[in-house]
Each structure stands twice: as structure tokens, then as C-alpha cells.
């Protein structure tokens, strides 16, 4: 059993709030609150279920389905990461280009899961398709920063620093290993991994151009291990 949550970046802080991160936050949990009063009819309208997504239909799910998600744990985890990279990659980019990123990065992701199971009728769902762009970003921007992290391993407890690319580039590890162990599960649920996957190379690979300067609006507080 263990935890390991990012807290925030510890080698540096922006020029000012993080509003778009913030509203993305608050959009998510406003979605969040109709789902749980909406319950299974909700996410069967609102969630992309592959095979309508492969005929052609209710494609708008494909932006609905990043602001929704599957329970408390859930939201919960996404928003941690989100809170931890998001404003970084705001800084960087300026609120709208990173708006802009964010929303092609989360479509990016879902019609990555959608490719991978193109026939499922099971719901699609979730931030972290999104929030895996941003960490894709991120590493590629700042690698070297250290990441205040919350580590729980069995009776092990405590705050640490991790450099950011020790800890998103052991994470996606683990994505690209479980796309594998995933493939039989695909039609029956479970996490997406290739969700996860095709997110975090789109943060990667268009993360220098969508950038205003590297580290821009940042002061440094010491980037090093």
C-alpha cells in the first residue's frame, strides 16, 4: 500500500494567482456536483462511450467527458495533480494559450483511449487525460525543479522533494507498463492508460512551442536536485 501526491513546485512561484487553473478546478467540481445529481443518466450523456465516438456521434463528449469524473477518490487525485503542475505551465504559456492547451491535450488523450478500444460501450471519463498534457509540459520546461511530494509507503510518512523529472518520468513508466497489463480490460473498465499516454506526448511534444520563454514569470528558488 502507498501514496506518493505532488504538492507543488518547490523551486519556484508564478508573478501572480493561478486563475485558469483555478477555474478549470472549479469547473471540474461543478461537473462533479451535477453528476452526483444526475447519477448513470448523466454519464451515459455526457461520458464518450467509444462506439458513438467511432460512428460519428455525440462527439461533443469528447470535451464533456475531461470535466467529469468516476467518484470522490477520483477528483480528488486529479485536482491534487492538476493544483501541483497546472500553474506552472500557466505561467509559462499566459492563461489563454494555456486554456487552449489544456482542452486540445485532454481531446488528444480521449481520442487516444478511443483508438485503443474503438468498439467499447463502457464510459470514458476524467481530468487526468488533460492533467497528463500538463505534466508532459512540465518535464520538458522543468525537469530539474523539485516537486514538494507527500510519500506514504506502508508505515512510511513524510514530505519530500523529488526532482520533477524523477517523478513524471517514473509515473509515465508506469502508464506505458500498464497499457499493456490494460489491454484485456479495456472493454470492461478501468484506468485509462492510453488516455494518460497519448496526453502526456502531446504535453511533450508541444510544449517549447506553446511556451512564451522557458521559466517565464518565475522566480527561481533554486532549480537544482
Do not use: K
Not at 486529479?78 to 500553474?87: C, D, E, K, Q
Not at 485503443?116 to 500538463?134: D, E, F, Q
Not at 507527500?150 to 522533494?161: G, K, P
Request: charged content about 10%; aromatic content about 14%.
Amino acid at each position: 500500500m502507498g501514496t506518493v501526491l505532488p504538492l507543488g513546485d518547490a523551486s519556484r512561484r508564478g508573478r501572480g494567482f493561478a486563475w485558469m487553473t483555478a477555474l478549470i478546478i472549479a469547473a471540474n467540481a461543478y461537473v462533479f456536483l451535477l453528476e452526483l445529481e444526475g447519477g448513470e443518466a448523466f454519464v451515459r450523456r455526457w461520458a464518450v462511450i467509444p462506439v458513438r465516438i467511432e460512428h460519428g456521434h455525440r462527439l461533443i463528449t469528447i470535451v464533456t467527458a475531461m470535466f467529469m469524473h468516476a467518484g470522490w477518490l477520483h477528483i480528488l487525485g486529479n485536482m491534487v495533480f492538476l493544483w501541483a503542475f497546472g500553474p506552472a505551465i500557466e505561467d509559462a504559456m499566459g492563461r489563454f494559450r494555456y486554456v487552449a492547451f489544456y482542452l486540445t491535450g485532454g481531446v488528444v488523450a480521449m481520442l487516444a483511449q478511443v483508438a485503443g478500444s474503438p468498439g467499447s460501450r463502457v464510459p470514458c471519463l476524467g481530468a487526468s487525460g488533460a492533467i497528463a498534457a500538463v505534466m508532459g509540459a512540465f518535464i520538458v520546461l522543468f525537469p530539474r525543479d523539485r516537486i514538494r511530494t507527500f510519500v506514504w509507503i506502508l508505515i512510511f510518512i513524510r514530505v519530500t522533494y523529488i526532482p520533477a523529472v524523477v517523478l513524471i518520468g517514473i509515473w509515465f513508466l508506469f502508464q506505458l507498463l500498464s497499457v499493456v497489463g490494460s489491454v484485456a480490460t479495456v472493454e470492461t473498465g478501468g484506468v485509462a492508460y492510453l488516455a494518460h499516454v497519448g496526453g502526456f506526448l502531446f504535453g511533450v511534444v508541444t510544449a517549447r512551442f506553446l511556451a512564451r520563454t522557458q521559466g517565464s514569470g518565475f522566480r527561481g528558488q533554486g532549480s537544482g536536485y
